[in-house]
């Protein structure tokens, strides 16, 4: 993989987030401590179960993830 999750999911960024990935993205780049280089699922997994107060579902990163995934494999 050649971006970390972060990098990808900074794509999403919006002043005026249209979705949930959008917020998503619009709260990970607000959130200081995100493991920006990862790219280890069960590391962001965790993190985003104890500090993803943001997040009004993990299945919203699992999509986000599922879509992560399928960009790299473009590549």
């Known amino acids: 993989m050649s971006k970390s999750f972060y990098h990808f999911l900074m794509k999403y960024r919006h002043p005026e987030p249209k979705d ?5 993205a619009n709260s990970a780049f607000e959130d ?3 493991p920006k280089t990862s790219f280890d699922y069960d590391e962001l997994s965790s993190y985003l179960e104890m500090n993803g107060h ?4 993990m299945a919203i990163f699992d999509e986000a993830w599922e879509l992560y995934l399928v960009s790299e494999t473009k590549r």
């Open 20 to 24: 949930s990935i959008s917020s998503f």
């Open 32 to 34: 200081h401590s995100f």
């Open 54 to 57: 943001y997040l009004d579902s």
